[in-house]
């Protein structure tokens, strides 16, 4: 009888197939809300962990970002640090290119050389035109093929309202970007490269062993609060700021284009932000790795998958409503192998009462291959032990 057994298990082991898995996801609906007028050609606010639109005003109009600019510039200065492609030791030669920029700068001298964590401070503190193109062309061994790699991550972002001429922002025919598209590079930005931050909330520095003073352009790091993120203003673009700030875990950037004069800028930022923070709040749901479920494995060379959540989860709310908030977590019943990296098993509900308020697929993160002659053999053996 126990052979018997042992033959039917060995049937069943040697019997695979496979399973498909597929659930729809709608889109989070971020429609613009003019709860109050903003000073300012356009504006927006937005949380940073979701994207959640807040408050908007003309946030897909094309407009002259000037050195705002940089936001996209950091951003693949940092991809470069972060990856390390360059390192902060670095140092740089500065090319007649490079020195030649006006506007904001910290007067690099052709031939000059620089530590990049001193040019990254340059363009953070300073918003630095020299430092910046230095850096650009570091990376990429000239500004115009930087910029090159500017546009082709605003594309892959879905950014369309955006081109960039430049990796500085001073006046060129064609260079252009939105609120919105702005925001969205800012939010990248602070979440894919968090070290950011570590610069852009220095309020004063110095370079050149100390001979050469660095203050903030962004008053609102010293006034405020706030810890970035990024100044700009020529006479076609008037007064734009992306600016940052943290209270408790909810983190919203307000960006602001074509304000008329930099007190309104600030003031009309802080006009954003206060009002974010005072009507809403970030509710954490998940932390990352979290265990949430274990699936039975059907002819793998594993026999249970745990199912554990990919990223820490959570979703902005109105002050009050986090009663209201409810999670559940569906699992398909089981899988069989091979199952490959990427296949759904799952999703995560978030509703606000009876309304779905953010859907996260569940997948499969590693290969689950089919057993191997070795794991069935070990399987076999486990089993007859066991009778």
Not at 27 to 53: R, Y
Not at 137 to 160: H, P, R
Not at 265 to 291: H, Q, V
Not at 307 to 313: G, S
């Amino acid at each position: 009888m126990k052979r018997f057994y042992v033959i039917l298990l060995i049937i069943a082991l040697i019997s695979f197939g496979d399973i498909n898995y597929g659930f729809a996801f709608g889109e989070e609906n971020n429609n613009e809300n003019m709860p109050f007028d903003v000073n300012a050609k356009s504006a927006i606010l937005i949380d940073s962990d979701t994207g959640t639109i807040l408050y908007g005003k003309n946030v897909h109009e094309k407009l002259p970002p000037a050195s705002v600019t940089k936001v996209m510039t950091l951003y693949l200065i940092m991809e470069a640090v972060d990856s390390g492609k360059i390192k902060l030791n670095d140092m740089l030669r500065v090319s007649e290119h490079a020195s030649s920029m006006g506007g904001s700068q910290i007067y690099l001298a052709p031939g000059e050389e620089m530590t990049a964590e001193d040019l990254i401070k340059a363009v953070t503190i300073a918003s630095a035109n020299d430092a910046a193109v230095a850096l650009a062309e570091y990376i990429a061994g000239s500004e115009q093929l930087f910029v090159d790699m500017m546009n082709d991550t605003a594309q892959k972002l879905g950014l369309n309202g955006t081109h960039f001429v430049n990796a500085t922002g001073l006046p060129a025919d064609n260079h252009y970007t939105s609120v919105y598209d702005t925001a969205i590079i800012s939010m990248k930005l602070i979440n894919d490269h968090p070290s950011i931050l570590k610069y852009t909330s220095i309020w004063m520095d110095t370079l050149r062993d100390g001979k050469f003073g660095l203050a903030n352009t962004n008053k609102l790091i010293r006034t405020y609060g706030a810890d970035g993120l990024k100044t700009g203003s020529t006479d076609e673009a008037k007064y734009c700021l992306s600016a940052t700030k943290k209270i408790d875990d909810t983190r919203l950037i307000a960006v602001i284009f074509g304000a008329p004069d930099s007190k309104t800028r600030f003031n009309e930022t802080i006009k954003l932000l206060d009002y974010g923070f005072a009507n809403y709040e970030t509710y954490n749901l998940f932390k990352k790795n979290e265990l949430i479920g274990n699936l039975t494995v059907e002819k793998g060379n594993v026999d249970i998958y745990e199912v554990k959540v990919p990223e820490n989860i959570s979703v902005l709310i109105k002050k009050g409503e986090k009663n209201n908030i409810t999670k559940t977590v569906e699992l398909t019943d089981k899988i069989k192998a091979p199952v490959k990296s990427g296949d759904i098993i799952g999703k995560i509900i978030v509703k606000n009462g009876e309304n779905v308020i953010k859907e996260i697929p569940l997948e499969v993160t590693s290969d689950i291959p089919k057993a191997s002659i070795l794991n069935i053999t070990k399987k076999i053996y486990k089993a007859w032990l066991n009778f």
